[in-house]
């Protein structure tokens, strides 16, 4: 998978959501996490979830990102799960409709991670 930008991942975003999108394997998902290596797949209530944990200086910025990543997610229409706490922010991408993850959450998962490396430049 190769970088991607916001323009990129809106004009796909009507499959994100689709119940027929194509689950990816173990051996995929394992592959694409070469590509956000601080992000895990881990089994949650019987799907496979893309989680990371983003650290910050206070909840102020944790909650600035919470925004930023909730405002990326309402354009595109594929919304994570989000745990804001004082000074870290949990983010879990999976599609809901197909139990799993797909080449979409990894896209999401990308973004996010921009977002993050744009906040900490800025800061």
Known sequence: ????????????????????????????????????????????????????????????QALEFTNKVGEFAESIGHHPDLLTRWGSVSVTWYTHKIGGVQQGDFLCAIETELLFAKMNHNN
């Open 1 to 60: 998978m190769s970088q991607t930008n916001k323009a990129d991942i809106s004009k796909d975003s009507c499959d994100f959501c689709r119940s027929d999108a194509p689950k990816l394997s173990a051996e995929q998902i394992a592959q694409e996490l070469t590509v956000v290596p601080d992000w895990k797949a881990l089994e949650i209530d019987g799907s496979t979830r893309l989680v990371r944990e983003f650290r910050f200086k206070n909840f102020a």
